[in-house]
């Protein structure tokens, strides 16, 4: 006599394992534990560079915790919002800063006098004389690196590491590190309204991403922080790009 075997039906996959979200608390503890960590490798040749927006701010807070004359690197271009330059004074003053305004080779003045109004014909040679030359040559005389950039800013940062070789245009290689770059912007909030850390007024007025004030504008898309910058043309000005 045959008999007919009906074949087990396949098992369900176990479920997925699904981690619980990272906490601010978690994000503080673990930042403030990589400052520490890489302060304690390199305690000299230290530079944090601040364009005085917020996450920039929360990096130097947590630093200065153990190193309170790092000099702190701005990129004075000329060209920033009175507002910026008015809360980089602030700041100085209120928690004494070891403030390094760093100028390009040529004034305002004269780079409209020999180019143009850049920033409208050819942003990416404007950044280039104004930001990206004067502190790759200043990042020359530094071994470690803190920045305020993170994952959630910009699409073109979604793969950026929280440490980095950095390589300078001369084969200088140094050690960039970014602490907040899986932070959220709430979590850059709270940890400013836990520690009483004024902001730039800029985002009261509904900027969310602040640079030079001819290439930036409120958000063309509220989904994308850096879309008020260039007028949405770029999303970097080339800081932050190693040397090929």
């Given amino acids: 006599m045959s008999h007919t075997i009906t074949p087990e039906p396949d098992a369900a996959p176990p479920p997925a394992i699904v981690l619980p979200a990272a906490s601010t608390e978690d994000k503080i503890r673990d930042a403030r534990a990589l400052i520490a960590q890489e302060l304690a490798a390199q305690s000299t040749d230290v530079t944090v560079t601040s364009s005085f927006q917020s996450e920039d701010i929360i990096v130097l807070h947590i630093v200065r915790q153990t190193l309170p004359n790092v000099p702190v690197i701005f990129l004075d271009t000329g060209y920033h919002f009175s507002e910026v330059y008015e809360y980089r004074d602030r700041m100085a003053r209120d928690w004494s800063l070891n403030l390094i305004n760093l100028l390009p080779e040529i004034t305002v003045a004269e780079q409209e006098s020999q180019f143009g109004i850049l920033n409208q014909t050819d942003p990416g040679r404007c950044c280039g004389i104004r930001k990206v030359k004067p502190l790759f040559s200043a990042l020359e005389n530094y071994k470690l690196w803190f920045t305020g950039m993170r994952r959630e800013q910009a699409k073109s940062r979604a793969a950026m590491q929280l440490t980095e070789a950095f390589a300078l245009p001369t084969g200088t290689r140094i050690r ?69």
Avoid: F, M
Wanted: proline share 9%; hydrophobic share 30%.
């Fill in 176 to 244: 960039k590190v970014s602490p907040l770059a899986d932070w959220t912007t709430k979590d850059v909030w709270t940890y400013a309204r836990q520690h009483d850390i004024p902001l730039l007024s800029l985002y009261d007025k509904g900027y969310s991403s602040i640079g030079c004030e001819p290439c930036t504008s409120l958000p063309l898309d509220p989904n994308d922080p850096r879309s008020g910058r260039w007028g949405g043309q770029k999303q970097e000005c080339g800081i932050h790009i190693q040397a090929a």
